[in-house]
């Protein structure tokens, strides 16, 4: 039975001036505008049926993706999708989740475009929420790395886990060396040490570093399976990130989590930017209901920023996602706040633009 057919598709470029505030900067993105392509297609249903779909960039990677999109290319494209939706009758895994949720970690205190004043405020606060898990970004100045990263482990102590994110910025040797002397304050990872798709040298990383008690952790810009089992077997990883946009939909991504589990390696996804903290809960409480049944080292990345723009936001309660009690794959963003940040007519641009220019 029909239920309807697809009347209009929409794309929209939607982009928030979030380099503004220095939020998301990265030893490889300094100064990035949190953006997504934003999909509807509206259906002639009675119900007025409709599906939603992003895919995040930093900014003008939307002009490509929105070509992309028009070319019929695949993506996380509009189809209507169904959400984990935990109500109604539940086992105990599922129990466990809406009472205790799915443990995060915190990307927000510690972007390389906060000053160290910014930085100590917002981990004394990401504390005092009972945030036990931080990551902070490194790879620019290893000198400013090393002031940060002590700023954070006296802050935190030495109970609590923290994480490193080099955004790709380092060759294999490099890579190597530089968080040998990082190795004091005891990450629990090196995140996108090196090029993303250079599998062998993520292996020859993971050799060196994993003695040191440093795993690696990788995968948010890895764009098929194929990848994914390369690194698997390569055993180049020891913590594996999917991300909910870049793979090619709901599928490829169960596709992973699969393999995870053969290989015996946790997955601990990529989360933050525009829609991803969203999307991506709905993969991490599928993988421990149906796949994994395990939390042991597995954490999913949340950034506390852009939520309020969607129609179903993410809750985070004790450090820890809880499940959306909403159907659907919370894509879904405010029409409001659609037109006010539409690239380059949206009322934020009209106002920035000039701006900018002078």
């Not at 695949?74 to 169904?82: A, F, H, L, Q």
């Not at 949720?101 to 504390?127: E, I, R, V």
């Not at 090196?190 to 993303?196: D, F, G, L, M, V």
Request: aromatic share 8%; charged share 25%; glycine share 10%.
């Amino acid at each position: 039975m029909v239920r309807g057919r697809i009347s209009r598709l929409s794309v929209r470029d939607v982009r928030f001036p979030t380099s503004l505030g220095g939020h998301g900067a990265d030893a490889m993105h300094t100064d990035p505008d949190y953006s997504a392509a934003y999909v509807v297609i509206e259906t002639d249903a009675e119900d007025g049926i409709k599906g939603c779909g992003i895919t995040f960039t930093l900014g003008k990677g939307t002009e490509v993706d929105w070509s992309r999109k028009g070319r019929g290319a695949p993506g996380d494209s509009g189809r209507p999708k169904r959400g984990v939706g935990l109500v109604g009758q539940a086992g105990g895994k599922e129990k466990q989740m809406l009472a205790q949720g799915y443990p995060a970690y915190t990307t927000s205190c510690a972007w390389l475009g906060y000053s160290d004043d910014t930085l100590k405020q917002l981990c004394a606060q990401a504390l005092k929420d009972g945030w036990t898990r931080f990551k902070v970004k490194v790879g620019a100045d290893l000198q400013d790395d090393m002031r940060r990263c002590q700023i954070i482990r006296d802050m935190i102590g030495p109970e609590k886990t923290l994480m490193m994110d080099a955004n790709q910025r380092w060759d294999v040797p490099e890579a190597v060396e530089w968080m040998s002397k990082l190795a004091k304050f005891k990450p629990l990872w090196i995140e996108e040490p090196t090029s993303p798709d250079d599998i062998l040298g993520h292996a020859t990383i993971s050799k060196a570093l994993v003695p040191l008690g440093i795993g690696i952790a990788t995968g948010e810009q890895c764009h098929n399976r194929v990848i994914f089992k390369q690194l698997l077997q390569a055993k180049a990883l020891q913590f594996l990130q999917i991300d909910s946009c870049r793979l090619g939909s709901v599928n490829e991504n169960l596709s992973v989590l699969l393999m995870a589990k053969k290989f015996e390696i946790p997955v601990c996804p990529h989360a933050g930017g525009v829609g991803l903290c969203e999307l991506v809960q709905h993969l991490i409480i599928f993988d421990y209901i149906s796949v994994s049944a395990s939390l042991e080292n597995r954490v999913c990345e949340y950034v506390d920023h852009l939520h309020e723009h969607f129609k179903y936001p993410v809750m985070i309660q004790r450090a820890s996602y809880m499940p959306p009690k909403d159907p659907g794959y919370s894509t879904e963003m405010k029409e409001e706040s659609v037109k006010k940040h539409q690239y380059p007519d949206g009322e934020v641009w009209k106002k920035l633009l000039p701006a900018q220019e002078n």
